[in-house]
């Protein structure tokens, strides 16, 4: 079975600070893997995904993360925190559920940004 | 415009009611998901349907039920035996069955007083 682990439920940082959130998945096969944001009392948005091909991968607002096989994590980083960038984030990682395909996310990382 | 639409974005229901979510999406996507989501618990699937008239149990399916009539509607039925029904509800679908990038609807916040 597969599972994600993201390390820090809240993570605080400075406007124009370095954003990094960390996730950490488990997989059995070559996984999928992506990033979603979602703001207050609204439905995930997808940030961007890990198919195959390159491992360091652009999304949208910014954020990129970078696939480490060797390590099994896909962080999120933005170089350049903004306020707008207040939001939970969720990493999520492939595989099957009763033979159906399916995505398995972790518990979630609230990013808090200060002026 | 295509996507997801949930409704209402908040429900009340007082304990031992049964109550339906509604869930319709314009994409064309065969498949289409149900999560429950709780303060640092993440999103726990609930069904999942991979087409039409064919559904499937997720982690946490205990107390709710679901049907998939039209391609377009995966309504969500809360019912009186779920034990701690007060959460936020998201939606998602899937182009098909095989791929996994989701889209979620706005999502339904249910209290059950």
């Known amino acids: 079975a597969q599972s994600v682990t993201q390390l820090g439920s809240h993570v605080s940082v400075s406007e124009g600070a370095l954003v990094l959130l960390r996730c950490n998945y488990s997989?059995?096969?070559?996984?999928?893997l992506f990033w979603y944001v979602q703001y207050p009392n609204q439905g995930l948005q997808l940030l961007l995904k890990?198919?195959?091909?390159?491992?360091l991968v652009k999304g949208i607002n910014g954020f990129e993360a970078e696939f480490k096989k060797s390590e099994t994590s896909f962080h999120l980083t933005k170089p350049s925190a903004h306020m707008s960038d207040a939001a939970e984030y969720f990493c999520a990682v492939s595989g099957s559920f009763s033979g159906y395909s399916t995505l398995t996310f972790g518990k979630g990382t609230m990013l808090l940004v200060s002026p | 415009d295509g996507g997801i639409t949930q409704s209402p974005k908040y429900l009340f229901r007082k304990e031992g009611q049964n109550v339906t979510l509604s869930c319709e999406q314009n994409?064309?996507?065969?498949?289409m998901y149900w999560y429950r989501q709780d303060p640092g618990q993440g999103l726990r699937l609930i069904y999942y349907s991979q087409i039409v008239n064919d559904f499937q149990k997720g982690d946490i399916a205990e107390g709710y039920s679901v049907s998939r009539e039209k391609k377009e509607s995966f309504p969500l039925t809360v019912t009186s035996a779920q034990k701690n029904p007060t959460a936020f509800y998201l939606c998602a679908s899937s182009i098909a069955a095989g791929t996994y990038e989701q889209y979620f609807g706005p999502g339904t916040r249910l209290t059950v007083t």
């Open positions: 994409l064309n996507h065969d498949a």
């Open positions: 890990y198919t195959t091909g390159a491992t």
């Open positions: 997989s059995s096969v070559p996984p999928y």
